[in-house]
């Protein structure tokens, strides 16, 4: 289940994502993160801690399912 609390963003360059943009999905740590085109999720692929990780500590939050 989604959690609607949070707000929507790619993960790598923080592109605002609608639900239905949310094709490129990478488990990390018993969670699902989203980047919004091919060459983010490749990133995201290649190096999920040091994306997430700085994303999670800039204060912004993004869609996580479980």
Not at 10 to 21: I, M, N, R, T
Request: hydrophobic share 35%; charged share 30%; aromatic share 12%.
């Amino acid at each position: 289940m989604m959690n609607m609390k949070l707000g929507t963003s790619c993960q790598v360059c923080a592109k605002p994502l609608s639900e239905g943009e949310m094709r490129f999905e990478k488990k990390w740590k018993g969670k699902a993160y989203f980047a919004c085109c091919p060459i983010c999720f490749s990133l995201l692929q290649k190096d999920p801690e040091r994306y997430i990780d700085r994303w999670l500590s800039s204060g912004l939050e993004t869609w996580a399912r479980k």
